[in-house]
């Protein structure tokens, strides 16, 4: 009897055995498996959460197929207590391991609220914008101009919640006065900004920043990519360039920057310069001109006279020799390039033709005719 009672129990054993080995397969092969969600979500995970109310969230959505099987994968893997607080987007068809992975990875949110600081030459624009899960396109809740319009609803109500991203963006010809401007008006920031940098010294660029970054900070972040780019562009600039410094590139790459025109044109433009300071020509770049007007701060919101043209500052290239002693504003890494390597061309003349971009020439008599045609199209736009 014995005997049969213990080959009973060992049967139990294995087939029980069986089962649990079978359940555990089965449960790994499920975290693994495709998940049933058919569209992206954003998935809100608030601070002090725990993985238990983000596989409850998950299941209602439908994200996945059993919320105990998420928890114990994340238990299994040692993440169960590395959950970020934050936003994030959930393909869909995701599985369980590479949501667990997602949500406890860190890094910036990939989804939810993002309000957006544009510094451009002439005006700051605020962006008030959420990400649309389903087509992963942002759809914009407000705009405003910083420190000019009043501040909508909208901005100081994502201002309050925890897991809005905020972005700065800073268009390539700011002027470091302009960037110190902004910063001083941006709510999100804290700290003294300081003394304004010096001109060219900081990099246009996307930067993500956080509640509470020090202003000062930022502008030193700043200053060390423009550094960056700066002495890779030198590093690798072109032979017999007629630059002596890196100074000197940034300053030519700050020329190149303020002349209006498409962007396809600034290797084109940087040969005119190139070749004029080769052949000693002074280079008569009006945007250095208005720099020695403004000196940074703001627009000129106007024509130049004749009368600036020829006035004499140190920024005046109509009236001085070679390149001005300073940047005129901060040139972006496009810029630095084209200085760098400028286009192989013998132009030395260029002027607008009309379509945003401009009509090269290398002679004074083909400059002449292409003004001629400039001026006629300006004066066919007026009477229109």
């Known amino acids: ?11 139990f054993l294995v087939v029980g055995l069986f089962l649990v080995g079978g359940v555990v397969l089965w449960g790994k092969s499920q975290y693994s498996a495709t998940g049933p969600l058919e569209e992206a979500i954003c998935l809100q995970v608030q601070r002090g959460s725990n993985i238990a109310r ?16 998420f928890r114990m994968g994340a238990a299994y893997t040692d993440k169960a207590s590395q959950l970020k607080a934050g936003s994030f987007l959930i393909e869909p068809n995701a599985t369980m391991a590479e949501i667990v992975d997602q949500i406890t990875r860190g890094g910036a949110n990939t989804c939810g609220t993002e309000i957006v600081y544009r510094v451009g030459v ?10 649309d899960p389903a087509t992963n396109d942002f759809v914009e809740r407000a705009e405003f101009e910083l420190a000019v319009d009043d501040t909508p609803a909208a901005y100081t109500e994502k201002r309050a919640e925890a897991d809005t991203r905020y972005r700065l963006i800073l268009a390539e010809g700011v002027t470091s006065w302009q960037v110190v401007e902004a910063l001083n008006a941006m709510d999100v920031l804290a700290g003294e900004a300081g003394e304004v940098p010096t001109e060219g010294a900081l990099a246009p660029h996307s930067y993500e920043i956080v509640e509470g970054t020090d202003r000062k900070a930022l502008l030193e972040q700043m200053t060390a990519l423009q550094s960056q780019r700066l002495a890779a562009a030198w590093e690798g600039r072109d032979p017999d360039l007629p630059l002596q410094s890196p100074a000197e590139m940034l300053i030519l790459a700050s020329i190149i920057e303020k002349e209006p025109g498409i962007p396809e044109e600034r290797r084109d433009v940087a040969s005119v310069f190139v070749n004029r300071l080769n052949q000693g020509m002074r280079l008569q770049t009006d945007p250095t001109v208005i720099y020695g007007i403004t000196k940074g701060r703001g627009v000129l919101g106007r024509g130049l006279r004749q009368s600036e043209l020829r006035q004499v500052t140190p920024w005046n290239t109509y009236v001085i020799e070679g390149l001005p002693p300073t940047p005129i504003a901060n040139p972006g890494a496009a810029s630095l390039e084209a200085a760098a390597h400028p286009a192989s061309t013998d132009f030395v003349f260029f002027v607008a033709d009309g379509s945003g971009g401009h009509a090269f020439a290398t002679t004074l008599d083909e400059h002449n005719r292409n003004v001629a045609r400039w001026r006629q199209i300006e004066q066919e736009r007026g009477n229109n």
Do not use: F, G, K, P
């Not at 983000?54 to 099987?69: C, G, T, Y």
């Open 122 to 131: 002439t005006r700051t624009v605020v962006d008030v914008r959420e990400l």
């Open 54 to 69: 983000v596989s409850r969230d998950l299941h209602e959505e439908n994200a996945i197929s059993n919320a105990a099987i």
């Open 1 to 11: 009897m014995w005997r049969s009672l213990a080959s009973n129990m060992l049967t």
